[in-house]
DNA sequence: GTAGCTGCAAACTCTTTGCAACTCT
DNA sequence: AGAGTTGCAAAGAGTTTGCAGCTAC
């Protein structure tokens, strides 16, 4: 994925085997595992890792940027490989997340933080939406 | 505040004195409260209040939708009474909130749940951002 | 060799909850 | 009277951290 293991060894982490194992979780990862989720999986390589080291290598991998952590509206946080920009629909039956852009909205966030006075640095949008059956 | 104590009575909520002072609270708040500065602010006006009270209370408000409750980037939630509808723009410096709306973005973000092939139930929108410093 | 990383367990923060006492209605 | 509410303290959930030992460089 664009080389994380690169970006990492280059911004100067040591590349230990359980980040090693922590960033290939990450770089197959097609949903957006939590903290539990990617301490699973990374033991499942590797059954000696901790979920501190999780933890601590999530709020690495975050403050470098590689990862985008979301908290949606649950009580813990889940990540991504930040790649392209997106935003989420959740569905709040099954709890599936669903990707979507729109350039729209890109351009009306940014005038609405500059009309207010406003460099927008940051955002947040998530919708939270239920399945339209069709009628029979 | 269109009577708070007035829709919870009609709720068949008993009107303590406890939630009579956090209602009070609530109605004189200008600001987005979190429950501890709440508890605080209850606090002043009848000293026996415990935070728990203002968490059940808080949670029973939110579920009757009198308030909503707000997760910013934060770990901990704030609250204001349900009013007229608006999004939040934190600035990441002072930590203000600034209270926006926007039809076009009321009108978008239900467009695009519709083309995902959802009914929106629910949302979330904030802006972060600094003050943009005036050239002299 | 050594700065940085790890596992473990304890600690922290915010929030919820069991229980016995109390209070609106 | 009695269901609902409260304060207290303990428990929960997710996350962070101190420390001694280990490891990539």
Same mark, same amino acid.
């Given at each position: ?16 085997? @359980?980040?090693?194992? %922590?960033?290939?979780? #990450? ?6 595992? $939590? +903290?539990?989720? !990617? ?5 499942? @390589?590797? $059954?000696?890792?901790? %979920?501190?080291? !999780? ?21 813990? $946080? ?11 629909? %959740? ?5 599936? +997340? ?13 005038? %609405?933080?500059?009309? #207010?006075?406003?460099? /927008?640095?940051?955002?947040? /949008?998530? /919708? ?9």
């Amino acid at each position: 994925m664009t080389d994380l293991v690169e970006r990492c060894t280059n911004a100067g982490l040591k590349m230990t085997g @359980q980040r090693k194992v %922590i960033l290939r979780v #990450l770089g197959e990862a097609e949903d957006h595992p $939590s +903290v539990e989720t !990617v301490y699973e999986r990374a033991k499942a @390589q590797d $059954s000696s890792i901790s %979920i501190a080291t !999780v933890y601590r290598t999530l709020n690495l991998l975050d403050e470098m940027d590689l990862v985008v952590r979301h908290e949606f509206k649950e009580n813990f $946080s889940r990540y991504e490989v930040n790649m392209d920009h997106h935003h989420h629909l %959740i569905d709040l039956e099954s709890g599936e +997340v669903i990707e979507f852009q729109n350039e729209d909205l890109e351009e009306l966030k940014e005038r %609405i933080a500059n009309e #207010l006075g406003y460099d /927008l640095i940051d955002h947040r /949008l998530e /919708l939270y939406g239920r399945k339209i059956k069709k009628k029979k």
